[in-house]
Structures are given as C-alpha cells and as structure tokens.
C-alpha cells in the first residue's frame, strides 16, 4: 500500500475528498458527544474534589471548575455557530482533543502514587472516535503520549513512571492500530453513501431534465410550478409564460432535423442565460427554485418552452422577454438566420389554485400572437 494511500486509509486522495463533507459533519457530532462527556466528567471530578472524595484532592477544585466551564462555553459555540464548526471540523477537532488530553495529563499528575488509567482510555477514544488524515492523527497521538509520559515521569515515583510507560505505550499501539482500522471502515461506508448519494442525484436529474435544454421537462415543471402558483401571496409579480418557435417546421424541413434541434438547444440557453438559471447543481435546482424564489423554465416538448418569471412588476418582466426574443431573432448559425418565437405571458393569481389555470390564459395569450403576426410577446388581456 502506498504511503498517499495509507495516509487516508487506505484510499486515494480524491476518494477522501469526495467524502470529506461526510468526514466533517461526523467529527462534528461526534465532538458535540465527547465534549457533552467531558463536561460531565470535569463537573463529577469538581464534585469530588469539593468534597474532597474518592482522592480528588479538594485543592484542584478551581481547576475542575476551569475545565467545567471551558467545556461549557465550548459546547455553546459548537451549537451557536454550528455552521462554522462544521466548515472548520479539523480544527475544532483538535481543539476537542486538546482539551481531553490536557484534562487526562492533569489528572494523572493530580494523583501521583497511582498509575494513569484516563488517559489510556482517551488515547483510544480519540482514535476511534475522529477522522483527520493517518499521518497527522499518528503525529497527534504520539506528541500527547510523549508529553503525559514526561509529566508522569517529572510528577510521579520511578516505579510507578515506569509503569505509565509501559502502558502508555501499549495502548499507544493500539490507539494507531485501531485508528486505521476504525477509519479505514468508515470511510468504506462514506464512500459507499457518496456512490448511493450520487446515484440518486443522477435518476433525479434524469426524472426532471430535458436531455435536449437541460431545462425541466414537462412533469417536473408543472409539479414545480405548481407548489410555486399554491404558496403565491402576492408579494412579487410572477408571471408564467410559453414560448413557441413561429414556422419551426420549415427549419426541420428546410435546414434538416439535426439544425432543429440545434435552434431548440440554442433557445435553451438563450432562456437559461437571459433568466439567470443556475444549473451548476442540477440535483438540487427544484427546491432551491421553490425556497429561494428563483426563476425557472421547462420544455413542454417539440418547440414548446414555458417558464416562471419573478419580477417585482410586469414591466420588469417584460423586459426579460424582449430580451430572450432579441437574442433569438440574432442567432446565426449557418443557414438558421435567426429564430422566430410568440410569447403568450399571464400574471400569476391569488385565486389560482394550480398551475392550469394560469396554464390556459399563457396559452390563450400565445393564441393572440400567432394571431396577430407572430414574433411577438403577448400578455394575458392585452399587449
């Protein structure tokens, strides 16, 4: 194996970056446990020592009460600003470890006539419990170990010193060993639910996208649309408008089917660019549309396009429109000069209660175009 390998468990530095959200969010649970754990065990050891019980000796009591309240103020701003510690994991990771390592090295030292037991549990609960990089975790573990052994042995007796060695170093051993093994499964399952995620992004991108536009197909437009039209309250101008190509046949027939596709590809991109639709995550386009009151559009199908339009008033949108015509009546791309379309536009409605209704008057409006010449934007009930 590799050393690059090794150093992320046995897998390639690309997988570890694919999974490295997945890493970061479960160091972030996992030190809102173990600090939760802490804060308990400094404030039973505070209580100890107040009561000066079980050989917590009742003259470390304002220490006891420090680490209470550093794990306190700690557990606040993991929960506060949740956001942040989750970007920064790795840091407030080793921060976690800091704090455990430290508390262990101290109360070690706080009993010297007895061997340390805390910190071998904590070395192979740190092991277990993080994942960071297997060369960094290996450094961190040993640069510990080796600070505890030589308070042990400034602190304690010979004979009892030695006996902090000989089990620090053992359970040094199994810490690394376990931390490999631990994380090298771990990250089987990361990248087993990265593959699982993935594949559920693409039968979601493939359920709702035309292959032709990468616009919404026909279904997941109106279901879109539809949660859109029900939570309308009339606080912004929404407009739902369908484009279709004027004499799109003679294109097919005149240019060939390969230069109508070419025109509706390129009527794709003209509405997604004009419209400001983002598509750099496909997967997740329909909600962000809904949540962030975004516009959007689909493809109805052959030479039929449909959209959502946000504005804060109708002339706003009306611009958006004249803009996207504009731009199609200059494409040229070889024999195509220029695409033709009629808009058929209408205001979205508080008294709408799905996306037909509203469907029917876009699609009268386009009635009225064609009507009267072509080429031209139409909005439901006059121009």
Partial sequence: MKY?????????????????DL????????????????????????????????????????????????????????IVFKPIAVRFAQLFTHLNILMLMIFSIFASVAQPYLAAT??????????????????????????YSCTFLYTSNLKKPVSIAQLDFYNVTVFLI???????????????EFYTLQKNIQIQRDLEIRSSFDTLTNLLNRARFFSVAGEVVRGYDGTEFIAACLLDLDSFKQINDKLGHQMGDKAIQVTGSII???????????????????????????????????MIVRGREKEEIKKLLETILKRLNEVRIGGLKGIHGSFGVTEIRSSDRDMDSAYNRADDALYESKRAGKNRITFDGGN
Avoid: P
């Fill in 174 to 188: 199994l810490a690394i060993v376990m931390h490999f093994t631990f994380q090298r499964a771990k990250m089987q």
């Fill in 272 to 306: 997604a660019e004009t419209l400001s639709i983002d598509m750099m995550e496909k997967w997740s386009f329909t909600e962000r549309a809904v949540r962030d009151r975004l516009s959007f559009a689909g493809r109805l199908g052959g030479d039929e396009f449909i």
């Fill in 23 to 78: 890493i970061h969010d479960t160091n972030y649970n996992h030190i809102l446990i173990i600090n939760t754990w802490f804060m308990i065990l400094a404030i039973v050891f505070m209580v100890f020592s107040r009561l000066n019980r079980f050989g917590v000796d009742k003259r470390h009591f304002r220490l006891y009460l420090v680490f209470t309240v550093i794990s306190l103020l700690f557990e606040v701003a993991l």
């Fill in 4 to 20: 690059k390998s090794l150093n992320h468990y046995g897998y390639d530095k690309s997988r570890y970056d694919d999974c490295i």
């Fill in 118 to 143: 805390m910190y071998l549990v904590l070395v192979v609960l740190v092991a277990v419990t993080y994942i960071d990089t297997m060369l960094s975790m290996t450094i961190v573990l040993i640069l």
